[in-house]
């Protein structure tokens, strides 16, 4: 019997009050239904870290893994040599480093991510919180729900978002839709970093331009919006140096993967000034340790420069409908011996069948 081991975060009362939380355990994807009609046996946790964990016993046996990048089953090398009889592991969502992509080839272990499924969510939720920053929100509401009202305090920090230049480390399906939503807002400029060049009607369409070189593209910033995976080329570099290389004063927006900045080194800049403000919902390890430095740091001017939540724009309830049924569709597809969508494949038969993981690809 083919055995299906899903990781998902615990919905608790919230999945009794709301049904659509499809990504959670009790609701399993809407998995339960087809696992039963096509008689597979199908184990869902949300007990993910450590020898005894759950999801560390099953993997031994299980023949796919499930999980999303919001409560990720981090399947590391150690633990795909373990998985014996693992073929295919579906990513409900977008990005897939949790898994050792490096193992999975070595394993010729298929992964497959539900590609394009969030990439509006998170798109809007980088506007919005590039906004944040920018305007310096989160000190005025906590001022008006302390009680205050002192408008120069906010003030002081808060600024148009227009005539500034912004930037995309990661021009990508995200970054591009951030670019698209930032055209109307008349910034100075808009620039990206991508070693794939965008389209020329698609960079004509966003008025965006390319820079080849990060220190030269960091430089001109004032805000840097990072959209591009976690792979050996991305994971810290955002640190002390890079950091160095941004204006006094810029915000940064990371709703990429938290491991793409150096969290000591981003705290520190905040901390002292140097970056006005950080804000994402992207952690190195998730859940987020109870004092891990992002948590509580400040700008030293304007007690704000915190617009940072847990990883949750790429989960809204549009994108769990999109990112389930896609996931059952990659499911359905392998059992069935038919192709996986080309765009859905981040490995296969021991490749990396995308460019976006630091252009390993022959394709
Ligand atoms: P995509 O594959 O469409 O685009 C990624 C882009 O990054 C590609 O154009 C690629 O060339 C570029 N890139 C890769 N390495 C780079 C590097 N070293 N420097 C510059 N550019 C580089 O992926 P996408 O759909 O836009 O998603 C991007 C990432 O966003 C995902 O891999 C995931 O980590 C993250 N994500 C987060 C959430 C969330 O809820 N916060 C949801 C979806 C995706």
Redesign the pocket.
């Known amino acids: 019997m083919t055995k299906v081991l899903v990781v998902l975060y615990s919905g608790g009362k919230h999945a009794e009050e709301q049904p659509k939380l499809l990504g959670t355990v009790e609701n399993a994807l809407g998995l339960r239904p087809y696992c039963e009609k096509h008689g597979l046996d199908l184990v869902v946790t949300d007990d993910k870290e450590g020898d005894n964990s759950t999801f560390a016993k099953e993997i031994v046996d299980a023949d796919v893994l499930i999980t999303t990048?919001?409560h990720p089953g981090y399947l590391t090398a150690e633990m795909v040599k373990k998985a014996k009889n693992l073929k295919l592991a579906i990513t409900a969502?977008?990005?897939?480093?949790h898994i050792d992509l490096n193992a999975a080839n070595e394993h010729k272990i298929t992964v497959a991510e539900v590609?394009?499924?969030?990439?509006v969510?998170?798109a809007e939720?980088v506007v919005m919180t590039i906004l944040v920053l920018v305007r310096n929100f989160v000190p005025a509401h906590e001022q008006i729900v302390s009680g205050g009202w002192e408008v120069a305090a906010i003030a002081k920090a808060a600024y148009d978002l227009e005539g500034k230049v912004v930037g995309t480390?990661?021009?990508?399906?995200?970054?591009?839709?951030v670019l698209q939503r930032l055209k109307p807002f008349d910034c100075k400029e808009l620039l990206y970093?991508?070693?794939?060049e965008l389209p020329a009607e698609a960079a004509k369409e966003v008025g965006a331009r390319r820079v080849e070189d990060?220190k030269e593209f960091l430089g001109q910033l004032d805000v840097l919006t990072i959209?591009?995976?976690?792979?050996e080329?991305?994971r810290g570099?955002i640190n002390k140096e890079t950091l160095g290389y941004m204006k006094k004063g810029a915000w940064i927006v990371n709703?990429?993967?938290g491991a793409i900045c150096v969290a000591e080194d981003v705290a520190d800049a905040v901390s002292s000034g140097h970056i006005a403000g950080y804000g994402?919902?992207?952690w190195p390890k998730q859940p987020a340790l109870k004092d891990h430095p992002w948590r509580k740091m400040q700008n030293p001017f304007s007690k704000g420069g915190n617009a940072l939540v847990a990883?949750?724009?790429?989960?809204t309830l549009d994108?769990q409908q999109r990112y389930a049924d896609g996931a059952i569709d990659i499911l359905d597809r392998w059992r069935n011996g038919k192709a996986q969508e080309p765009a859905n494949l981040i490995v296969e038969n021991g490749e990396f069948s995308?460019?976006?993981?630091?252009?390993r690809s022959k394709k």
């Open positions: 990048p919001f969502g977008v990005g897939s480093d590609t394009g499924s969030n990439v969510s998170v939720h480390l990661g021009a990508g399906r995200i970054g591009f839709r970093y991508d070693y794939t990060l959209n591009a995976p976690l792979h080329g991305t570099l709703t990429a993967r994402g919902d992207v990883h949750y724009s790429g989960t994108a995308t460019k976006a993981y630091g252009q």
